[in-house]
Every structure is written in C-alpha cells, then in structure tokens.
C-alpha cells in the first residue's frame, strides 16, 4: 500500500472518525466527579474499587438504593462518600434494614448536614461535629491535616498506625451509646471554631474521635469524620491506603453507594443498568436482533431474474 493511500481524503475522514469516538468512549466511560468511583485524578475515589480488588472482593457502584436489597448483607460493606443529596425515607428505610440484618454501612462526611441525616436514618448514634480540626504537632503539609495517631488494635495490627484527614471534622458520640472509637487525633488537636488557624482560649487541645464503630442491630455502622480520606491523592498520606483496605477485607462485596452523588460517567451508569436488570438486557438483545437482522437484508445480493433479451 502506498503512502499516498494513507494521506487520502477518505483515509484522513476515517482517522478522524476514529479518534472521535475514542475520545467520547474514554469521555463517557470515566468522571471528573469529585469522590467519583470512576475519577482516577487526584481528587477521585476509584483507589476504593482498587482496595476492594486488592482484598478479593467484588466493587458495585449502586445507582440506586434498591442495591442494598440484591446484596448478602453479612457479606457486604457499602460506602456512602460525600453524598450530594438527601436520602427519602423510604431509601433510609431500605439501608437501615439492610444494617438491621447483619450489613456493615461506612458514612464518611464532614460539614454538610446529609451525613447527620443519613446516620440518624440508620439507627446510628454518631454525629459529625461540622468544626475544623487542626493539630499543632502531628500533620502534613498543614495544620489542617492532622495525622491522627492513636488506633485502635483492630486496625493497628493490620499495619495501620495512623491516618491522615484532609480538611476534615471529628465525630461526636454520646456517652449512652455502644459506640467503639476506632481512630482518634492526638492530645496537640482543637477544633478551629473561628477559622483562624491558631488555638484560642476557647479552643482546648484534647484527642478527638474521628473513626467510629457501633453496632446497629445485627450490623454495624463506621462513621469517618472526613471524605477525603478516601480520595486517590490522600491514599498515600500516613496508612491510609492500609486503612481502606482494612475497611473492606472480610467481605465478599463492596457496594459504592452514588445513589445520591454527583452524576457518573453515562456508559459506565449504561452498564450498571444494563447488568441490574434483566428485563432492559432482554431488550437490548432483542434490538440487536433486529438490527443484525435488517443489516443481513440490506447486505443481501438481488436475485431479480433478468431477461437476456
């Protein structure tokens, strides 16, 4: 073949066409979604789906409540990140059933009232207190992202000996309640109540809950005072990375709650569809069916008689 056949027009038309759809697959099967589990950028959450590979478990990312009925619930761990939305109470009911029957939820929010929301729709105890917490002594690049030092032995001899927020809050537990501090800041930690970045009279230095556990029937529910612990870019800060996977291991499936998030990619929310619901794949075959069958009739060669004369 030669090069002048690569350089016609048609050959050109056709390279276009190609990279065309190639950038709106690669467009339309990844997210720029904050906490995104399909966001690979820093600011993304799919290093949750790489932990719960990482472990042997199998990811689904949830679109819609009804997940929580389809899964095993002593079996599963789901995560709700972030949530953009507020969950109805019929949808709190179905998670809150899903806990009730042996489920573990993991809520991880910090200054918006959803997660007090949603923690209150499921039975928990735990509050996310909405204030700054800075430590003076233990943190990165600043004081707003507190290594938090002292764990629990459930994840300590697992290899994680501390985890790092990023602009997060802690989490208030009453004295009443069952609850398990799992992971707490240092003694050298405030909260920042007036945003100043310095300790204040009114802002005493103490440790501060910011993972907990407590158990909500035959489940359990842990509450992480900060989202962005889950981030791609704070997976390596401290043990967080050993921390999510900690999080995950001991279970068959790991549900991604978006049900209430930001949009997802539409091919990848195509494909979840398309998976959950055995009526839309009939569908979807019986379309292909009848196109295959209309391409075979267009592609067939006439056989009208002709007449030699």
């Known amino acids: 073949m030669r090069l002048d056949d690569f350089l016609s027009p048609r050959a050109l038309l056709a390279a276009l066409v190609a990279v065309c759809l190639l950038t709106l697959v690669v467009a339309g099967a990844t997210s720029t979604s904050a906490f995104g589990a399909f966001n690979g950028q820093w600011d993304g959450a799919s290093s949750v789906r790489a932990a719960a590979e990482t472990v042997g478990a199998e990811p689904t990312v949830a679109l819609e409540t009804t997940a929580y009925d389809e899964q095993d619930p002593n079996e599963t761990v789901a995560f709700v990140i972030a949530p953009s939305e507020t969950y109805t109470d019929a949808e709190l009911g179905r998670m809150r059933q899903f806990v009730q029957a042996g489920g573990t939820l993991v809520v991880a929010e910090d200054f918006t009232p959803r997660g007090d929301e949603l923690l209150a729709g499921v039975g928990a105890d735990a509050r996310f207190d909405g204030r700054l917490v800075r430590d003076m002594r233990y943190h990165g690049p600043t004081t707003a992202m507190p290594t938090a030092t002292n764990v629990s032995e459930q994840f300590s001899a697992t290899g994680v000996n501390a985890v790092m927020l990023n602009h997060g809050t802690v989490v208030e537990v009453p004295n009443e ?3 398990t501090t799992l992971v707490s800041t240092s003694e050298y930690s405030y ?22 556990a407590e158990n909500v029937g035959e489940g359990r529910v842990v509450t992480v005072s900060d989202p962005s612990v889950f981030i791609n870019a704070m997976q390596d800060r401290a043990d967080n990375r050993a921390f999510t996977e900690q999080l995950v291991s001991g279970h068959d499936t790991v549900v991604l709650d978006y049900s209430h998030a930001d949009s997802q990619p539409p091919i990848r929310s195509a494909l979840i569809l398309l998976r959950g619901s055995p009526l839309v794949q009939v569908g979807v075959g019986l379309v292909g069916l009848f196109l295959a069958g209309v391409l075979a009739r267009e592609g067939r060669p006439s056989w009208s008689r002709r007449s030699d004369e």
């Open 191 to 212: 909260l920042d109540v007036n945003d100043d970045g310095q300790p204040n009279d009114d802002e005493p230095f103490r440790s501060y809950p910011v993972v907990v």
């Open 177 to 179: 309640s069952n609850a």
